[in-house]
C-alpha cells in the first residue's frame, strides 16, 4: 500500500522541508479556495470557538491570574506544534509541476520558534466577545491562527477571568471535528502548564516530522484503483444525480438576487435548554431516529414551508449531501486525536433526495387538528428517509474506496497561478439548498473541565461563501445547539434566525412536544 501512496507520503525534499501531495478530499477544500480567491476570503475556512474561565483565588489578582492563562495557552500551543506539526502546514502550488502540495518547515531555532508564536498567537481586545469577533469578517492567516479574544465584564467584580478562544485555519489542513479534538488536546496542556509555569520545557523541536498527519486515503487505506464495479457504479451514482434534477421544482433557500460577489460570512444560534433537550432525544428514541436525523428532516420541511404558495397543490424536491466523519475507519494511531490536525471525513456519492408537496394557498392552516396529524406523519416519514439514507451509506461496503471519486465529483478545477492570476469570482448559486453537519455530543470530545479551565459553548463553523444555509448541530452538557452559516451579501440575522426556529418548531411538532 505505502508504494502506491507514495505520492501522499511526507518527504524531506530539502533540509527543514517536508512535502506530500494532497489527497482528493484536501484538494477539494483547496480548490474551493481558489475558486473563491476573488472575494478576498476563503471559502469553508474553520472557524472552531470555545470560552473559558478561570477563578481568581483570593491570594491572587485578576491581572495575575490574566497573565497566567496567557501563558498557559501559548505554552500550551508550542507543544501542539510538536505534538501536531501538521498546524504549521499549508498549502502551496508547485508551478514545476503543476500541482498543489502540503508544505511543512521546522523550526531551526528558538528565534524561529519564537517568530511562529507571534504570529500565530493573537491576543483580541476590542470590546468584543469571540462570537462577535467571529461575525466581523476576521482574517484567516497563512497558518493556523489562536486568536485570544478578551470580552468585556459581564459584571463588575466578577471574580473570574473568561475568553473566548478562536482557531482560525484553513479547511484543507483540518476539518469540524478534528478541531473538536485538538482544542481538547490543547486545554489538556494548558492546564499541565498552568500547574507547572515555573518548570516548563519547551519541546525539542528537529524530530517532531514523525508526527506529520498522512491524508485520509493513506490512513483508510484506499487502494489507487476502483474495481470494474466500483468504477461502474460511480458513473451510474452521476446519471442518477444528474436525474434528480431533471423536470422537478427544487426546495431552495430564498435569497437576495442581484448581489454578485459575497460578502462575509455570518453565524447565528439556537439553544435549547437542558430540559427540552431531553424531551427532543427521548421523542426521538421512540420513533426509532437519531437527533441528526430529526433535525435534518426538519430543514427539508422548513425549505418546503418557506416555497412560494400557488393556487394548486405542487411538489418540490429538497436535494442535499450527507458528511460523515471517517475516523473510526482510520488506521491507529490515526483513528485517534493525535491526529487531529486531519482532513478525515467523506462526502456522500449519492444524492439525500426528498419529494414533498407544497399546498395550495388555500389550503388548511397548521393550526387545524388533522394539518398537524397530517405535518407529524409527514415529518416521520421524512425522518426515517433521512435514518435509511446514513445506513445506507454506513453499510455500503464500496463507500470508503468510492469516496475519492465522490470528492472528485465536487472539485473545481484549480486554475494556475502563473497563467490566471484572479480567477473568474463564480456566479451565485442559483438554487441553493440548506446542509447540516453534526458534531454530536461535544463534551465526549472535550472536557468541560480541565484543571482550571471551564470550558463551555465550543462549535465549529466553516465559512459560507454561497447563497445557501449551512447548519450544524450539537450538543454539549445536555444543551442542544443549532446553529447557521449564511453569508450577509444575500441573508440577514433575522431571516436565517426565523429559520432556525422554524427547524426547531417542525422537530418539536413532529415529535408531539
Not at 421523542?283 to 400557488?310: F, M, N, P, W
Request: proline share 6%; charged share 25%.
Amino acid at each position: 500500500m505505502l508504494s502506491a501512496h507514495d505520492h501522499l507520503l511526507w518527504r524531506q525534499t530539502t533540509p527543514g522541508r517536508w512535502e506530500r501531495d494532497l489527497d482528493e478530499a484536501e484538494q477539494c477544500y483547496t480548490s474551493l479556495e481558489r475558486a473563491y480567491e476573488g472575494t478576498g476570503r476563503h471559502f469553508f475556512a474553520i472557524s472552531g470557538h470555545i470560552s473559558l474561565s478561570v477563578a481568581i483565588d483570593r491570594s491572587s489578582s485578576r491581572s495575575k491570574i490574566e497573565a497566567r492563562v496567557r501563558e498557559s495557552l501559548l505554552r500550551a500551543w508550542v507543544k501542539l506544534r510538536y505534538d501536531h506539526p501538521t498546524i504549521a502546514s499549508w498549502v502551496e502550488y508547485d508551478i514545476k509541476e503543476k500541482k498543489c502540495k502540503k508544505i511543512y518547515e521546522a523550526l531551526q531555532n528558538i528565534d524561529s520558534e519564537d517568530d511562529w508564536m507571534i504570529d500565530t498567537f493573537i491576543l483580541v481586545s476590542n470590546g468584543q466577545t469571540g462570537a462577535e469577533w467571529c461575525n466581523s469578517d476576521p482574517p484567516v492567516p497563512r497558518l493556523p491562527t489562536l486568536f485570544l479574544v478578551k470580552p468585556p465584564l459581564d459584571v463588575q467584580g466578577d471574580a473570574t477571568v473568561r475568553y473566548d478562544l478562536v482557531l482560525r485555519c484553513h479547511h484543507d489542513i483540518i476539518d469540524g471535528v478534528g478541531t473538536l479534538h485538538l482544542l481538547d488536546n490543547l486545554f489538556k496542556h494548558a492546564s499541565e502548564s498552568y500547574a507547572n509555569l515555573r518548570s516548563f520545557v519547551r519541546p525539542r523541536f528537529g524530530d517532531e516530522c514523525i508526527n506529520l498527519s498522512p491524508p485520509f486515503r493513506v490512513v483508510a487505506g484506499i487502494p489507487t484503483e476502483m474495481t470494474a464495479k466500483q468504477k461502474a457504479e460511480c458513473e451510474e451514482i452521476v446519471s442518477h444525480n444528474a436525474s434528480l434534477r431533471k423536470n422537478v421544482e427544487l426546495a431552495t433557500v430564498p435569497f437576495k438576487a442581484g448581489i454578485e460577489k459575497p460578502g462575509a460570512h455570518q453565524r447565528v444560534a439556537l439553544k435549547l435548554p437542558k430540559e427540552k433537550t431531553s424531551r427532543v432525544l427521548q421523542a426521538c428514541k421512540k420513533i426509532g431516529v437519531s437527533v441528526t436525523h430529526a433535525y435534518h428532516a426538519a430543514i427539508a420541511i422548513s425549505l418546503r414551508d418557506v416555497q412560494e404558495r400557488k393556487t394548486e397543490d405542487r411538489t418540490v424536491r429538497y436535494i442535499n449531501y450527507c458528511l460523515i466523519n471517517e475516523r473510526s475507519h482510520c488506521k491507529e494511531p490515526y483513528s485517534t486525536p493525535q491526529h487531529a490536525a486531519t482532513v478525515y471525513h467523506s462526502v456522500s456519492g449519492k444524492s439525500l433526495i426528498v419529494d414533498m408537496t407544497v399546498p395550495a394557498m388555500n389550503k388548511q392552516n397548521e393550526d387545524d387538528s388533522t394539518e398537524k396529524e397530517r405535518r407529524r406523519e409527514e415529518f416521520t416519514r421524512v425522518a426515517l428517509r433521512m435514518k435509511n439514507h446514513y445506513l445506507d451509506i454506513r453499510n455500503d461496503a464500496d463507500h470508503l474506496p468510492m469516496t475519492p471519486y465522490y470528492w472528485s465529483m465536487n472539485t473545481p478545477e484549480y486554475l494556475d497561478p502563473s497563467s490566471h492570476a484572479n480567477p473568474p469570482i463564480p456566479s451565485p448559486n442559483q438554487t441553493p439548498s440548506a446542509s447540516i453537519s453534526s458534531m454530536g455530543i461535544v463534551d465526549q470530545i472535550i472536557s468541560p473541565t480541565q484543571g482550571p479551565f471551564e470550558l463551555d459553548n465550543p462549535w465549529v463553523t466553516g465559512e459560507e461563501l454561497g447563497t445557501g444555509f449551512g447548519l450544524f448541530l450539537g450538543t454539549w452538557r445536555g444543551q442542544l445547539t443549532l446553529s447557521g452559516a449564511y453569508n450577509d451579501a444575500w441573508h440577514d440575522e433575522e431571516e436565517v434566525m426565523a429559520f432556525l426556529n422554524r427547524c426547531n418548531d417542525v422537530v418539536c411538532q413532529g415529535l408531539d412536544l
